[in-house]
């Protein structure tokens, strides 16, 4: 592996999900108070910026390709040039690095390490904090499989992902001590879905560096609400060989005829007993590890 650059930002704040942490929800707090932050000498990437300029992919590629022999690797600077507006320390969220919603089902991103790295190799790790949200595996199971639908993927049915993980029981301290693996030498700080619907703006105040950022009524994203039960049934049905595009515009048509239904519920006392209790063993786990 090459050395890292030495000219990264003074200071890298990096919040990699989970989704449906209230990711998105964070992020248009933290966009309405872009200026302030900016003030207080904190430069934060929007959402539709990080997206538009296809940030994620370009670290990725940069790191990939020149794991080849004397290929020059692009600092971070340089990459993230087209981005800045002035101050040096960087804010990014963005829970797209480590994968999307139908890799949370899967068992909290297979690929983490692998997405991770690009990063850290680019990175100043003693000068970088991670962020990471979770939460309670009975409410994100079902949040994660409905926006997995409403993203267009083609996946199995809510009970296979179920079975698997009332089997296999991944945990978010195993997910923790990955992403340790991959920063070993950067701080590491984590909260709560709970935490965050408690009092969002300490926790966006937390991830932005700032000691109070203003008061701002920042509306629930209707596009990351939960499905419901009859949107979820018509879309399960779709032809799975549709074209993404018209599976995507079927899928929007679908959610927005059917806003008024039940929302998708696909647990059983029991079992929402059962990952509710793993859920709380494995915060226990969490909280033994010496975390902020």
């Given at each position: 592996?090459?050395?890292k650059?030495?000219?990264?930002p003074?200071?890298w704040?990096?919040?990699?999900?989970?989704?449906?942490?209230?990711?998105?929800?964070?992020?248009?707090?933290?966009a309405?108070?872009?200026h302030?932050?900016?003030?207080?000498?904190?430069?934060?990437f929007?959402?539709?910026?990080?997206?538009?300029?296809?940030?994620?992919?370009?670290?990725?590629?940069n790191?990939?390709?020149?794991q080849?022999?004397?290929?020059?690797?692009?600092?971070?600077?340089?990459?993230?040039?087209?981005?800045?507006?002035g101050?040096?320390?960087?804010?990014?969220s963005?829970?797209n690095?480590?994968?999307?919603?139908?890799q949370?089902?899967?068992?909290?991103?297979?690929?983490?390490?692998?997405?991770?790295?690009?990063?850290s190799?680019?990175?100043d790790?003693?000068?970088?904090?991670?962020?990471v949200?979770?939460?309670?595996?009975?409410?994100?199971?079902?949040?994660a499989?409905?926006?997995?639908?409403?993203?267009?993927?083609?996946?199995p049915p809510f009970?296979?992902?179920?079975?698997?993980?009332?089997?296999?029981?991944?945990?978010?301290?195993?997910?923790?001590?990955?992403?340790?693996?991959?920063?070993?030498?950067?701080r590491?700080?984590?909260?709560?879905?709970?935490?965050?619907?408690?009092?969002?703006?300490?926790?966006?105040?937390?991830?932005?560096?700032?000691?109070?950022?203003?008061?701002?009524?920042?509306?629930?994203?209707?596009?990351?609400?939960?499905?419901?039960?009859?949107?979820?049934?018509?879309?399960?049905?779709l032809?799975?060989?549709?074209?993404?595009?018209?599976?995507r515009?079927?899928?929007?048509?679908?959610?927005?005829?059917?806003?008024?239904?039940?929302p998708?519920?696909?647990?059983?006392?029991?079992?929402?007993?059962?990952?509710?209790?793993?859920?709380m063993?494995?915060?226990?786990?969490?909280?033994?590890?010496?975390?902020?």
């Amino acid at each position: 592996m090459q050395a890292k650059q030495e000219n990264a930002p003074i200071e890298w704040r990096l919040h990699i999900g989970a989704h449906k942490t209230a990711t998105t929800h964070l992020q248009d707090i933290l966009a309405a108070n872009r200026h302030q932050l900016a003030v207080a000498g904190f430069d934060y990437f929007p959402r539709n910026l990080v997206r538009q300029s296809k940030l994620a992919s370009v670290i990725n590629q940069n790191y990939w390709q020149t794991q080849r022999p004397y290929s020059r690797r692009i600092s971070l600077e340089e990459l993230v040039m087209p981005l800045r507006s002035g101050p040096e320390k960087i804010i990014v969220s963005e829970e797209n690095i480590i994968g999307n919603s139908a890799q949370l089902l899967k068992g909290l991103y297979p690929d983490l390490q692998s997405r991770l790295v690009p990063w850290s190799s680019i990175m100043d790790e003693r000068k970088t904090t991670v962020f990471v949200s979770l939460r309670n595996f009975a409410d994100v199971l079902p949040s994660a499989y409905s926006q997995a639908l409403r993203d267009g993927s083609v996946i199995p049915p809510f009970r296979h992902f179920l079975a698997f993980w009332l089997e296999k029981r991944p945990k978010w301290s195993q997910f923790i001590s990955r992403v340790r693996e991959v920063f070993p030498n950067s701080r590491l700080r984590v909260w709560t879905f709970d935490e965050y619907s408690e009092n969002s703006l300490r926790i966006a105040s937390l991830l932005g560096g700032v000691a109070n950022l203003k008061i701002i009524d920042v509306p629930i994203p209707r596009q990351t609400k939960i499905l419901s039960w009859e949107a979820i049934n018509y879309i399960e049905k779709l032809d799975p060989r549709l074209p993404f595009l018209e599976r995507r515009q079927r899928i929007l048509d679908i959610a927005s005829s059917t806003v008024e239904s039940d929302p998708f519920s696909p647990l059983n006392k029991f079992e929402r007993n059962e990952l509710a209790d793993y859920y709380m063993r494995d915060m226990e786990l969490i909280r033994s590890m010496g975390l902020d």
